[in-house]
């Protein structure tokens, strides 16, 4: 979870909060991604009926199912908010440097991608394969499969591409 702003106070009857965002409230907040607050020890999801943002770092926000003052000072008034961080942005990106050391899969061989060459032109993973060492170009037709907890990289090659 990460924090994204506080609760600061009501705004008009009908449950209505005044919300200070933090610098890491994402841009493209969707109404249909709850937000959390965190009530004795569990994070409780909120789900915004109308989010109104006021110039960079505020918002008035009406949650479903608080529609009273009461209900807003007992739920979410002086509480942090936080969202979920989400996987997808975490492991989207990565360098192609980061495959070294992950072991490769050719065929039914198994080695390592010792190294990796940039290069606008024609980029080169060093993969060791039964103690010799072989350039293949870094693209992705040639590869079928990274998998990052494993560390391995599976590679699909055309044929005489390795001489093995």
Avoid: W
């Avoid at 009908?14 to 933090?22: A, E, F, K, Q, S």
């Avoid at 608080?66 to 908010?81: P, S």
């Avoid at 899969?105 to 080695?111: A, D, F, L, N, T």
């Amino acid at each position: 979870m990460i924090a994204v702003g506080r609760v600061g106070r009501l705004f008009g009857t009908d449950g209505g909060v005044m919300i200070t965002l933090y610098a890491s409230f994402p841009d493209d907040f969707q109404i249909e991604e709850p937000l959390f607050v965190n009530i004795d020890g569990l994070a409780v999801p909120l789900f915004c009926n109308s989010f109104e943002r006021r110039g960079q770092a505020g918002a008035i926000v009406h949650f479903d199912d608080i529609d009273t003052q009461l209900r807003a000072e007992q739920i979410v008034v002086g509480r942090e908010i936080f969202i979920e961080e989400s996987a997808e942005e975490d492991n989207d990106e990565f360098y192609m440097e980061d495959l070294i050391g992950f072991t490769a899969i050719v065929g039914k061989q198994r080695g390592k991608v010792t190294d990796y060459y940039d290069s606008e032109a024609n980029p080169l993973f060093e993969i060791e394969l039964d103690g010799n060492t072989h350039l293949v170009p870094a693209v992705e037709e040639f590869i079928a499969h990274i998998d990052f907890d494993g560390a391995t990289i599976k590679f699909v090659l055309p044929e005489g591409l390795l001489d093995l």
